[in-house]
């Protein structure tokens, strides 16, 4: 994972409302379809294949699940149809596949050799169980990503693979489909320009099968991936706006269009998504009598900085208790690296809600630790420690002013990649400095970790960088320069609401004065919803 890399960086049819419309092929010739006024709205999926009657319904609804990154339900879904038909093949590969989520650090080797083994002791043994040329060409794809190499290595011989597969069956969707993930986890190892050209491919193929059938779950999430940043994020708007039309019952279709929304600067639009999310993730805790903090994090810390922009900022705290209360009972349960969204996750919106609003009040001194030293934990676990670690050395300096903690994080950082540690040396280090070298220091630090318009954005795991430098320039008489600091910063995250605040006081201090009216104006549709003492900021 390159963790400092990642942090620097409507026509609709009537049809798509109705419940999911899940279409096979029970052999190369015959087609078998399946319409269930009581199915999981999933969307519609193709794949001919040679199982029998019995085994399409659950092999189609895992496949629709894998490509909406619903793991554990898939793997369900193909052991159903693995127990319908034994002789099928072909839900052994994709069962095995779902055991990997490189998109999310999380690459489980162990278990997916586990169920290839189930259908034979080795890929020459497996690969003539495939019954025909489509699931040969797929299971070829899963068997050289769980060949030896490094993560870097396997994904581009699975992507290479399934470019194969694209150029032997060029009109069969689900080549394109997983031809489309299988880049986007290629891209993962590239940066910049590399990994540009490697998610534009990417989104060529899923554009493909979503321009034949919008209805399919895979090419709309896929193209969010593949143009999740801020210089590309406008090519995925369409998909974000229809994915979660396309799979209303796969909780991450509700979240998945936030990764368009957010570089957009589309608050509301990203606040419904996460509220929908949030709220389905609730739900599929409770269906499946789930302990409470098998909640899906993720979406309820990306609800938070929407609320956060939104100027709903008790809304916003809000959720820190309710993530509180949520994960009471895990401490002595639960191992911190084996959940670390559960486990950090109030941690992470006490910090995010005292760098967005200056009141730390709700930060935990002690909160969950994982140790880095583990060479077990997932690639998620480690990077979410980092960013913890990096976190409370910052919370040490802004929240408390207290030195000695920000040098234990620093100490805390001494096996994560050099710019965390970096970074809150210097913080440490101008505090009490001249306000020239301030602004040099600030300036170093906002040029490093300023966003990459062509890396994955996600919510802001730090302090606001440009916002102290604007602010640090303006008490220097620097104003002209706040303005350039501040119209940079929201050229590189629209709509964001202490830059525009800030934009506006700096533009307001340099005399210009219709520039700052018109920027209060832009500030005022963004805190549209906002709390009262929020919007009186205004006044």
């Known amino acids: 994972m390159r963790l400092w890399i990642h942090f ?35 969307g519609h999926v193709t794949f001919p294949n040679s199982g029998n009657k019995a085994a399409q319904k659950p092999f189609l609804e895992g496949l629709a699940l894998i490509h909406s990154f619903e793991y554990s339900d898939a793997v369900d879904a193909f052991k159903r149809a693995e127990k319908a038909d034994p002789k099928f093949a072909l839900p052994y590969w994709m069962e095995a596949l779902s055991n990997t989520q490189l998109v999310w650090g999380i690459d489980d ?59 032997k069956m060029p009109a069969d969707p ?13 891209a993962q190892d590239a940066e910049g320009a590399a990994a540009e050209k490697l998610n534009s491919e990417a989104a060529r193929h899923a554009q493909y099968v979503f321009d034949r059938n919008p209805l399919h779950p895979g090419a709309a999430h896929y193209i969010i991936h593949a143009s999740d940043a801020p210089a590309t994020a406008r090519r995925g708007l ?15 279709a509700l979240h998945m269009p936030s990764h368009i929304f957010l570089p957009l600067g589309m608050w509301d639009e990203l606040a419904r998504a996460n509220e929908r999310a949030w709220k389905a993730s ?25 609320y956060l922009q939104q100027g709903r900022w008790k809304a916003a705290r809000a959720l820190i208790d309710t993530a509180r209360m949520l994960t009471s ?23 995010r809600y005292g760098a967005e609003t200056g009141d730390w009040s709700q930060y935990p001194l002690d909160s969950a630790v994982i140790d880095l030293s583990d060479q077990s934990i997932s690639g998620r676990a480690r ?69 990459d318009r062509y890396s994955s954005m ?13 602010r640090a320039l303006i008490a220097a008489g620097k104003a002209s320069d706040a303005v350039r600091v501040y119209s940079e910063a929201l050229t590189d995250r629209p709509r964001v609401a202490a830059s525009l605040l800030g934009l506006a006081r700096a533009q307001e201090t340099a005399g210009d004065k219709s520039g700052a009216q018109a920027t209060y104006a832009e500030l005022r549709k963004v805190w549209a919803h906002a709390d009262p003492d929020v919007r009186a900021i205004l006044h």
């Open 458 to 470: 996600t919510p802001n795991v730090a302090i606001n960088f440009p916002d102290e430098l604007g």
């Open 174 to 186: 689900e080549a394109h489909a997983f031809a489309a993930l299988g880049i986007i986890w290629q």
């Open 282 to 306: 609730r739900a599929s805790v409770a269906r499946h009598n789930l302990d409470l903090w098998e909640n899906d994090w993720h979406s309820l810390n990306w609800l938070q900085y929407a």
């Open 109 to 167: 080797t162990a278990a997916a050799h586990a169920a290839l083994k189930r259908l034979g002791p080795t890929a020459p043994e497996r690969l003539a169980r495939a019954g025909t040329p489509r699931e040969r060409s797929f299971a070829t794809a899963v068997e050289a990503f769980y060949a030896d190499g490094t993560e870097g290595e396997r994904a581009r011989g699975f992507a290479d693979s399934l470019r194969r597969w694209t150029q």
């Open 383 to 451: 990077g979410m420690a980092i960013v913890s670690r990096f976190q409370h050395g910052l919370a040490a300096l802004r929240g408390r002013r207290d030195s000695d903690g920000a040098r234990a994080a620093i100490a805390s950082l001494s096996n994560a990649p050099p710019g965390f540690a970096k970074t809150l040396q210097t913080l440490l280090s101008i505090d009490s400095a001249a306000p020239s070298e301030r602004i040099v220091a600030l300036e170093e630090i906002r040029t490093a970790t300023r966003v």
């Open 329 to 351: 009972g895990m401490k002595d349960k639960v191992r911190p690296a084996d959940n670390p969204d559960a486990a950090l996750a109030v941690e992470q919106l006490a910090f």
């Open 238 to 252: 369409r998909a974000a706006l229809e994915y979660s039309r396309i799979a209303p019952d796969a909780e991450h």
């Open 8 to 42: 620097r960086r409507i026509a609709l049819f009537v049809f798509l409302l109705s419940p999911a419309i899940v279409q096979a092929q029970e052999d190369e010739h015959s087609a078998h379809h399946t319409t269930r006024s009581d199915a999981r709205a999933l």
